[in-house]
Protein backbone atom coordinates (compact mmCIF):
# COMPACT_ATOMS: atom_id res chain seq x y z
CA UNK A 1 0.00 0.00 0.00
CA UNK A 2 1.15 3.45 -0.51
CA UNK A 3 2.52 5.32 2.40
CA UNK A 4 0.05 5.68 5.42
CA UNK A 5 0.93 9.10 5.94
CA UNK A 6 -0.42 10.15 2.11
CA UNK A 7 -3.54 7.56 3.07
CA UNK A 8 -4.28 9.91 6.20
CA UNK A 9 -3.93 13.36 4.54
CA UNK A 10 -6.25 12.13 1.83
CA UNK A 11 -8.72 10.86 4.02
CA UNK A 12 -8.96 14.28 6.01
CA UNK A 13 -9.48 16.38 2.75
CA UNK A 14 -12.22 14.04 1.02
CA UNK A 15 -14.10 13.21 3.82
CA UNK A 16 -14.20 17.37 4.93
CA UNK A 17 -15.20 17.71 1.04
CA UNK A 18 -17.48 15.12 1.14
CA UNK A 19 -18.94 16.82 4.44
CA UNK A 20 -19.61 19.60 2.51
CA UNK A 21 -20.56 18.87 -1.24
CA UNK A 22 -22.72 15.63 -0.38
CA UNK A 23 -23.17 16.50 3.43
CA UNK A 24 -22.36 12.77 3.57
CA UNK A 25 -22.99 11.17 7.17
CA UNK A 26 -22.35 7.80 8.25
CA UNK A 27 -24.47 5.10 10.66
CA UNK A 28 -22.92 2.07 12.12
CA UNK A 29 -18.97 2.64 11.77
CA UNK A 30 -18.59 1.00 15.92
CA UNK A 31 -19.10 -2.53 13.17
CA UNK A 32 -15.97 -1.93 11.55
CA UNK A 33 -13.09 -3.68 13.45
CA UNK A 34 -10.18 -1.96 14.61
CA UNK A 35 -8.07 -4.40 13.93
CA UNK A 36 -7.55 -8.15 12.46
CA UNK A 37 -9.26 -9.31 8.84
CA UNK A 38 -12.58 -7.88 7.19
CA UNK A 39 -14.25 -7.72 4.19
CA UNK A 40 -16.55 -4.56 4.10
CA UNK A 41 -19.01 -5.74 0.68
CA UNK A 42 -20.98 -2.01 -0.14
CA UNK A 43 -23.77 -1.79 -3.12
CA UNK A 44 -22.08 -0.45 -6.11
CA UNK A 45 -23.74 2.80 -7.87
CA UNK A 46 -20.39 5.16 -8.39
CA UNK A 47 -17.41 5.91 -9.25
CA UNK A 48 -17.17 7.35 -5.58
CA UNK A 49 -18.09 4.20 -4.22
CA UNK A 50 -15.05 3.66 -2.90
CA UNK A 51 -14.10 7.26 -1.48
CA UNK A 52 -17.78 7.48 -0.03
CA UNK A 53 -17.65 3.98 2.33
CA UNK A 54 -13.68 4.52 3.08
CA UNK A 55 -14.38 8.15 4.40
CA UNK A 56 -15.34 7.10 7.98
CA UNK A 57 -13.18 4.20 8.38
CA UNK A 58 -10.00 5.08 10.53
CA UNK A 59 -8.08 1.78 9.73
CA UNK A 60 -6.77 1.61 5.97
CA UNK A 61 -8.52 -0.51 3.55
CA UNK A 62 -7.85 -1.83 0.35
CA UNK A 63 -10.01 -2.58 -2.41
CA UNK A 64 -10.31 -4.04 -6.50
CA UNK A 65 -11.28 -1.68 -8.76
CA UNK A 66 -11.42 -1.93 -12.52
CA UNK A 67 -8.12 -1.52 -13.76
CA UNK A 68 -8.73 1.41 -16.24
CA UNK A 69 -10.02 3.53 -13.62
CA UNK A 70 -6.17 3.64 -11.98
CA UNK A 71 -4.65 5.18 -15.17
CA UNK A 72 -7.55 8.13 -15.21
CA UNK A 73 -6.21 11.52 -14.63
CA UNK A 74 -5.75 12.75 -10.78
CA UNK A 75 -8.86 10.53 -9.65
CA UNK A 76 -6.69 7.25 -10.67
CA UNK A 77 -3.83 8.24 -8.23
CA UNK A 78 -5.95 9.20 -5.19
CA UNK A 79 -7.59 5.74 -5.90
CA UNK A 80 -4.34 3.94 -5.89
CA UNK A 81 -3.55 5.90 -2.47
CA UNK A 82 -6.30 4.65 -0.83
CA UNK A 83 -5.00 1.55 -1.50
CA UNK A 84 -6.63 0.27 -4.52
CA UNK A 85 -5.18 -2.62 -6.42
CA UNK A 86 -6.27 -3.10 -10.49
CA UNK A 87 -8.37 -5.67 -11.27
CA UNK A 88 -8.96 -6.91 -15.05
CA UNK A 89 -12.75 -7.38 -15.87
CA UNK A 90 -12.47 -8.86 -19.22
CA UNK A 91 -10.63 -11.61 -17.66
CA UNK A 92 -10.09 -13.50 -14.85
CA UNK A 93 -7.41 -11.81 -12.54
CA UNK A 94 -5.31 -14.58 -10.32
CA UNK A 95 -2.79 -12.13 -9.61
CA UNK A 96 -5.74 -9.67 -7.73
CA UNK A 97 -7.49 -12.83 -5.95
CA UNK A 98 -3.93 -14.32 -4.23
CA UNK A 99 -3.68 -10.34 -2.82
CA UNK A 100 -7.26 -10.15 -1.60
CA UNK A 101 -5.79 -13.54 0.06
CA UNK A 102 -2.71 -12.21 1.22
CA UNK A 103 -4.02 -9.47 2.46
CA UNK A 104 -6.83 -10.54 4.46
CA UNK A 105 -4.77 -13.28 6.03
CA UNK A 106 -2.17 -10.75 7.22
CA UNK A 107 -4.95 -9.50 8.87
CA UNK A 108 -5.62 -6.49 6.60
CA UNK A 109 -9.15 -4.57 5.78
CA UNK A 110 -10.71 -5.07 2.11
CA UNK A 111 -13.42 -3.71 0.84
CA UNK A 112 -15.67 -5.74 -2.45
CA UNK A 113 -18.36 -5.13 -4.20
CA UNK A 114 -20.16 -8.12 -4.75
CA UNK A 115 -22.10 -6.92 -7.58
CA UNK A 116 -18.90 -7.06 -9.76
CA UNK A 117 -20.05 -3.66 -11.24
CA UNK A 118 -21.79 -0.64 -11.25
CA UNK A 119 -25.70 -0.40 -11.12
CA UNK A 120 -26.75 1.27 -14.90
CA UNK A 121 -30.59 1.69 -13.38
CA UNK A 122 -30.22 2.66 -9.75
CA UNK A 123 -31.21 -1.47 -8.90
CA UNK A 124 -28.85 -3.29 -6.92
CA UNK A 125 -27.55 -5.84 -9.23
CA UNK A 126 -27.37 -9.98 -7.80
CA UNK A 127 -24.51 -10.38 -5.45
CA UNK A 128 -21.74 -12.81 -6.62
CA UNK A 129 -20.62 -15.53 -4.12
CA UNK A 130 -16.92 -14.58 -4.31
CA UNK A 131 -16.83 -12.31 -1.85
CA UNK A 132 -18.25 -15.21 1.01
CA UNK A 133 -15.85 -17.87 -0.69
CA UNK A 134 -13.02 -15.25 0.03
CA UNK A 135 -14.61 -14.84 3.61
CA UNK A 136 -14.46 -18.83 4.38
CA UNK A 137 -11.05 -18.77 2.77
CA UNK A 138 -9.45 -16.28 4.73
CA UNK A 139 -12.29 -16.72 8.06
CA UNK A 140 -12.71 -12.92 7.70
CA UNK A 141 -16.18 -11.13 8.90
CA UNK A 142 -18.22 -9.75 6.61
CA UNK A 143 -19.77 -6.00 7.26
CA UNK A 144 -22.46 -5.04 5.05
CA UNK A 145 -22.55 -1.60 3.89
CA UNK A 146 -25.22 0.14 2.16
CA UNK A 147 -24.36 3.53 0.17
CA UNK A 148 -27.56 5.78 0.04
CA UNK A 149 -27.74 8.64 -2.72
CA UNK A 150 -24.97 7.18 -4.64
CA UNK A 151 -26.75 6.60 -7.43
CA UNK A 152 -28.84 10.38 -7.44
CA UNK A 153 -25.48 11.92 -7.24
CA UNK A 154 -23.13 10.63 -9.74
CA UNK A 155 -24.32 7.35 -11.69
CA UNK A 156 -22.70 5.97 -14.69
CA UNK A 157 -24.96 8.52 -16.66
CA UNK A 158 -23.64 11.89 -15.08
CA UNK A 159 -19.93 13.37 -15.96
CA UNK A 160 -19.86 15.10 -12.49
CA UNK A 161 -21.16 14.53 -9.28
CA UNK A 162 -24.20 16.09 -8.00
CA UNK A 163 -24.95 17.75 -4.86
CA UNK A 164 -27.39 14.87 -3.38
CA UNK A 165 -26.98 13.86 0.43
CA UNK A 166 -25.28 11.03 0.84
CA UNK A 167 -25.39 8.22 3.93
CA UNK A 168 -23.47 5.04 4.89
CA UNK A 169 -24.49 2.28 6.56
CA UNK A 170 -22.27 -0.01 8.03
CA UNK A 171 -24.51 -3.11 9.48
CA UNK A 172 -23.41 -5.31 11.98
CA UNK A 173 -20.86 -8.01 10.98
CA UNK A 174 -21.37 -11.31 9.25
CA UNK A 175 -19.32 -13.86 10.57
CA UNK A 176 -19.93 -16.94 7.85
CA UNK A 177 -19.45 -21.10 8.86
CA UNK A 178 -18.17 -23.31 7.10
CA UNK A 179 -20.36 -25.17 5.47
CA UNK A 180 -21.66 -28.55 7.29
CA UNK A 181 -21.76 -30.72 3.49
CA UNK A 182 -19.19 -29.57 1.36
CA UNK A 183 -21.50 -31.75 -1.39
CA UNK A 184 -23.98 -28.13 -1.38
CA UNK A 185 -21.26 -25.50 -1.00
CA UNK A 186 -21.88 -24.25 -4.13
CA UNK A 187 -25.69 -23.38 -2.91
CA UNK A 188 -24.50 -22.37 0.49
CA UNK A 189 -22.50 -19.75 -1.09
CA UNK A 190 -24.73 -18.37 -3.11
CA UNK A 191 -27.60 -18.65 -0.30
CA UNK A 192 -25.19 -16.07 1.81
CA UNK A 193 -24.44 -14.16 -0.89
CA UNK A 194 -28.28 -13.80 -1.44
CA UNK A 195 -28.38 -12.80 2.65
CA UNK A 196 -25.94 -10.16 2.37
CA UNK A 197 -27.47 -8.49 -1.03
CA UNK A 198 -30.61 -8.51 1.43
CA UNK A 199 -29.40 -6.85 4.15
CA UNK A 200 -27.48 -4.15 2.20
CA UNK A 201 -31.27 -3.78 0.17
CA UNK A 202 -32.85 -3.31 3.25
CA UNK A 203 -31.67 0.37 3.76
CA UNK A 204 -31.90 1.15 -0.35
CA UNK A 205 -35.42 0.22 0.20
CA UNK A 206 -36.27 2.10 3.14
CA UNK A 207 -34.47 5.07 1.49
CA UNK A 208 -36.58 5.31 -1.70
Same mark, same amino acid.
Given at each position: ?????????? *??????? =???? =? *????????????????????? #?????????????? @???? *?????????????????????????? !????? %??????? !??? #??? !????????????????????? =?????????? %??????????????? @????? #???????????????????????? %??? #????????????????? !???? %????
Amino acid at each position: MQKLWIFKLT *RILVYAL =FRLY =F *RIEFEGVENIPAQGPVIVAPN #HASYLDPFWVSAAI @KRPM *RYMTWDKMTNLPLLGRLIMAYGAFPV !SLEKG %DRAALRL !SLD #HLK !SGGGLVIFPEGGRTLNGKIKS =FKPGVVRLAL %DTDAPIVPATIIGAY @KSYSP #HYLFPRPFKIKVVYHPLIKLSQPE %DRA #HEKKYLHDQAERLQAVV !SSRL %DKSG
